[in-house]
């Protein structure tokens, strides 16, 4: 999981199916906050008041471990609204970087042309963009400009992995977790970044992970449970929903605030966090309940995959049925190499998908995130007609 997250410049707007929203209700000072309208962590719209505090606070903790250095260029794809793309202007003019804006996520090809160009590099990337970049650089191709890959907002697979490390030898890449709620939680050293695959690393500095079960005690190490975040990345709350803030924000034993993410986590045997799912993408699978993010996670291990997303349709019977997306690491690589591939890293028979369909790319939208396939142009028609895997 990662950032996420849109900008609203008039939180006070109105729509067609709610009505204005007032005042805050948030106990905190919001002087000088900014509104930005995410998913979030309970996956209903709304609104994450992020203060002054919470951004300086990130914005300079971030930076350092990055290792942000005068005389870099960050060349930024995500859009401003998307909190991911909005901070690299924030960490541009903290520590004296260059911002070179490319229009958009989907400009692939404008994207490689700004980063062959020999200046010091720094890139942003969420896996969904790294993974078309992947598939639209020249055979080979490395870039030895780059010299700071930052990655959020989805699970990676090894593959990936792989292919970024060769594709950007000289750079450290950063593997990281987030959420709008709290900006950063996480990354992973760069050292560990095909060492730990699965792993998006250890806590930033400033900041508190723990792990718990439904009663919020701190499971025992290696099992899985819910995240929460206690530091000054925690921003106060949603504008105008007290009811929701309260679930998700709460108070501690020592009187600080905790956010409980709704995601699931557990830590490897060396303490780094392993992304498992999330509580409210739970399906129905083979008269099963499974989480689709632990599916995504566990067939993520392949080395054959760059990039998927799941989706869940139904047959003629209504009975449902699990689709994988697939970006395979080349052409040369088959939908029963993909199968094979999967069942070594599923945990139980259930989590193999029903139909797999191999794509040359996955849409993103202006976030650099996987978009809804049937919108995008010349997707429609395939998804219409998976190719069948027999189980």
Same mark, same amino acid.
């Given at each position: 999981?990662?950032?996420?997250?849109?900008?609203?410049?008039? $939180?006070?707007?109105?729509?067609?199916?709610?009505?204005?929203?007032?005042?805050?209700?948030?106990?905190?000072?919001?002087?000088?906050?900014?509104?930005?309208s995410?998913?979030?962590?309970?996956?209903?719209?709304?609104?994450?008041?992020?203060?002054?505090?919470?951004?300086?606070?990130?914005?300079?903790?971030?930076?350092?471990?990055?290792? *942000?250095?005068?005389?870099?260029?960050?060349?930024?794809? *995500?859009?401003?609204? &998307?909190?991911?793309? &909005?901070y690299?202007?924030?960490?541009?003019?903290?520590?004296?970087?260059?911002?070179?804006?490319?229009?958009?996520?989907?400009?692939?090809?404008?994207? *490689?042309?700004?980063?062959? #160009?020999?200046?010091?590099?720094v890139?942003?990337?969420?896996?969904?963009?790294?993974?078309?970049?992947?598939?639209?650089? %020249?055979?080979?191709?490395?870039?030895?400009?780059?010299?700071?890959?930052?990655?959020?907002?989805?699970?990676?697979? @090894?593959?990936? =992995?792989?292919?970024?490390?060769?594709a950007?030898?000289?750079?450290?890449?950063?593997?990281?977790?987030?959420?709008?709620?709290?900006?950063?939680?996480?990354? @992973?050293?760069?050292?560990? &970044?095909l060492?730990? $695959?699965?792993?998006?690393? #250890?806590?930033?500095?400033?900041?508190?992970?723990?792990?718990?079960?439904?009663?919020e005690?701190?499971?025992?190490?290696?099992?899985?449970?819910?995240?929460?975040?206690?530091?000054?990345?925690?921003?106060?709350?949603?504008?105008?929903?007290?009811?929701?803030?309260?679930? #998700? &924000?709460?108070?501690?034993?020592?009187?600080? #605030?905790?956010?409980?993410?709704?995601?699931?986590? =557990? =830590?490897?045997?060396?303490?780094?966090?392993?992304?498992?799912?999330?509580a409210?993408? @739970?399906? %129905?699978?083979?008269?099963?309940?499974?989480?689709?993010?632990?599916?995504?996670?566990?067939?993520?291990?392949?080395? @054959?995959?760059?990039?998927?997303?799941?989706?869940?349709?139904?047959?003629?019977?209504?009975?449902?049925?699990?689709?994988?997306l697939?970006? $395979?690491?080349?052409?040369w690589?088959?939908?029963?190499?993909?199968?094979?591939?999967?069942r070594?890293?599923?945990?139980?028979?259930?989590?193999?998908?029903?139909?797999?369909?191999?794509?040359?790319?996955?849409?993103?939208?202006?976030?650099?995130?996987?978009?809804? *396939?049937?919108?995008?142009?010349?997707?429609?028609?395939?998804?219409?007609?998976?190719?069948?895997?027999?189980?």
């Amino acid at each position: 999981m990662s950032d996420e997250g849109t900008l609203d410049p008039n $939180p006070d707007h109105e729509d067609n199916d709610r009505p204005a929203r007032g005042a805050p209700q948030l106990e905190e000072n919001v002087d000088g906050a900014l509104i930005f309208s995410t998913s979030g962590s309970t996956g209903e719209p709304k609104c994450v008041v992020s203060t002054p505090k919470n951004r300086a606070f990130c914005t300079s903790t971030i930076g350092k471990y990055l290792g *942000l250095r005068e005389g870099q260029c960050i060349v930024n794809a *995500l859009s401003p609204s &998307f909190d991911y793309g &909005f901070y690299q202007g924030l960490l541009a003019q903290e520590f004296g970087l260059e911002l070179d804006l490319v229009a958009s996520a989907q400009l692939t090809g404008e994207v *490689l042309e700004r980063i062959r #160009r020999p200046r010091r590099i720094v890139l942003p990337l969420t896996p969904a963009l790294a993974a078309r970049l992947c598939r639209a650089m %020249k055979p080979d191709e490395n870039f030895p400009a780059v010299e700071i890959v930052s990655l959020t907002g989805g699970g990676t697979s @090894l593959g990936l =992995r792989q292919r970024l490390a060769a594709a950007f030898p000289r750079a450290n890449i950063f593997a990281m977790y987030g959420l709008t709620e709290c900006k950063r939680v996480a990354y @992973l050293d760069p050292v560990l &970044f095909l060492a730990k $695959p699965n792993s998006c690393g #250890r806590e930033m500095d400033g900041v508190t992970g723990s792990i718990v079960d439904a009663a919020e005690n701190p499971v025992p190490a290696g099992a899985i449970g819910e995240l929460t975040i206690t530091g000054q990345n925690v921003c106060p709350g949603y504008w105008a929903d007290p009811v929701t803030t309260r679930l #998700r &924000f709460r108070t501690g034993p020592d009187g600080n #605030r905790v956010l409980f993410t709704g995601d699931y986590f =557990r =830590r490897d045997k060396d303490g780094y966090l392993e992304f498992i799912g999330r509580a409210d993408k @739970l399906v %129905k699978v083979r008269d099963e309940l499974v989480s689709l993010g632990t599916i995504e996670t566990e067939l993520r291990r392949s080395k @054959l995959v760059l990039d998927l997303t799941l989706r869940m349709g139904v047959d003629d019977l209504g009975i449902p049925l699990l689709s994988a997306l697939v970006v $395979p690491q080349g052409p040369w690589v088959s939908e029963s190499e993909i199968l094979k591939s999967f069942r070594q890293y599923i945990s139980r028979p259930g989590h193999l998908p029903h139909k797999i369909l191999l794509l040359n790319e996955l849409p993103v939208n202006a976030h650099g995130k996987h978009d809804d *396939l049937k919108g995008a142009d010349g997707m429609s028609e395939a998804l219409a007609s998976p190719v069948p895997i027999s189980l």
